[in-house]
C-alpha cells in the first residue's frame, strides 16, 4: 500500500510560479514513476508530468505540451517526495492537481495504483 499526500497548492497570479511538492509512504513507492495529473472543473483529468526511474540513478521526465518548458518534474527518493515547479502560470493551469504513482511505458504515462487527495492550483489573470 502507498500512501500519497499532495501540498503547496494555492493562489497565484499569471506569470508566477508554484511548488507542489507529494510525499509518498509505503514500502514500495520508491519502485513506482511518479506522476501529476491535474482535473479543471467540467473537465476530464489530464496527464501533466511524469518521471521514471531507469537502473539505480537515470531519470527520464515527461511533459505534456502545454506545460513544457514551464513546469519541471523531481523525486528524491531518499526523501520519498516527488515535486513539480510550476513557472510562467497561466490561468487555464488552474486546477486540481493529483499526484499519482504507476509506471511509464513506451515513453508514455500507462496507468496508476495510487492516486493523492488533491491540491487546488488557482492562477488569476
Known amino acids: 500500500q502507498v500512501q500519497l499526500v499532495e501540498s503547496g497548492g494555492g493562489q497565484v497570479q499569471a506569470g508566477g510560479s508554484l511548488r507542489l511538492s507529494c510525499a509518498a509512504s509505503?514500502?514500495?513507492?520508491?519502485?513506482?514513476?511518479m506522476g501529476w495529473f491535474r482535473q479543471a472543473p467540467g473537465k476530464e483529468r489530464e496527464f501533466v508530468a511524469a518521471i521514471s526511474l531507469s537502473g539505480s540513478s537515470t531519470y527520464y521526465a515527461y511533459y505534456a505540451d502545454s506545460v513544457k518548458g514551464r513546469f519541471a518534474i523531481s523525486r528524491d527518493n531518499a526523501k520519498n517526495m516527488v515535486y513539480l515547479q510550476m513557472d510562467s502560470l497561466k490561468p487555464e493551469d488552474t486546477a486540481v492537481y493529483y499526484c499519482?504513482?504507476?509506471?511509464?511505458?513506451?515513453?508514455?504515462?500507462?496507468?496508476?495504483?495510487?492516486w493523492g487527495q488533491g491540491t487546488q492550483v488557482t492562477v488569476s489573470s
Open positions: 509505503g514500502r514500495t513507492s520508491s519502485r513506482y514513476d
Open positions: 499519482a504513482a504507476g509506471w511509464v511505458s513506451g515513453s508514455r504515462w500507462s496507468g496508476q495504483d495510487y
